[in-house]
């Protein structure tokens, strides 16, 4: 599965629950975001009259992300993922976009992701990782653990990698998908197929920036 077109980038749709996103990460999500494709529209969703999301605010210019003002009028009602879904599906119908970026932790997202993807069309997920349902993560074609944006991570995590039996068995299975007859398979092909069978799949999980070095430290195959 191929992420980039440097010919044509990806036009991208970029749609942020403000209640599910930290306003610090704003500049290392987009960043991420401009490995995949260009963002075309940025939006965020969220009750600005609360004092919640003044986070936010000072970023909106920056960043030229239009926010989207939903009020809460019931209690327990959470209006800001209905705006969403909403303008999603509207986006979506345009036939103007490539992919969808959904920045949220929120499970109520899991149907309209699986309804993207039904389209043709790509879904860039990107959360919390102990907040964020696995129905979520499964749904997107590529998911972005928030946590992982911004941070300057060390391979101090090699011992435990090596003791990290679900890693391995994926690692194992991506590899045995993308071997050829040789027995040899290319690091971008089995990234590739990494990230078909774990759509969260991503080297900096582990403490490592690149699918080679990941590879090296597992130290189960020959490089």
Not at 1 to 14: G, R
Not at 24 to 44: D, F, M, S
Not at 101 to 107: A, P, Y
Request: aromatic letters at 10%; glycine letters at 6%.
């Amino acid at each position: 599965m191929s992420f980039v077109n440097l010919s044509n980038p990806a036009k991208l749709a970029i749609l942020i629950d403000a209640d599910n996103a930290s306003a610090n990460l704003v500049e290392p999500l987009l960043e991420e975001i401009a490995k995949y494709g260009t963002a075309n529209v940025k939006r965020i969703y969220g009750d600005w009259t609360s004092i919640h999301l003044n986070g936010w605010k000072d970023k909106l210019n920056k960043f030229a992300i239009q926010p989207v003002q939903q009020f809460r009028y019931t209690t327990g009602k959470n209006s800001t993922d209905s705006a969403l879904i909403i303008d999603a599906m509207d986006l979506l119908y345009t036939g103007k976009f490539d992919g969808f970026c959904i920045v949220s932790s929120d499970s109520d997202f899991t149907r309209l992701a699986s309804r993207i993807r039904e389209a043709g069309l790509i879904v860039y997920g990107f959360g919390e990782k102990q907040k964020t349902p696995e129905a979520f993560v499964a749904a997107c074609n590529k998911f972005v653990y928030t946590d992982i944006l911004g941070e300057s991570k060390t391979s101090s995590q090699n011992n435990k990698i090596n003791q990290n039996q679900k890693l391995i068995n994926l690692l194992k299975n991506a590899y045995e998908a993308s071997s050829g007859e040789d027995g040899w398979a290319d690091l971008s092909q089995l990234r590739n197929q990494l990230n078909k069978l774990s759509p969260s799949f991503d080297p900096r999980n582990y403490g490592h920036k690149k699918i080679s070095e990941l590879v090296r430290v597992v130290e189960i195959f020959e490089i």
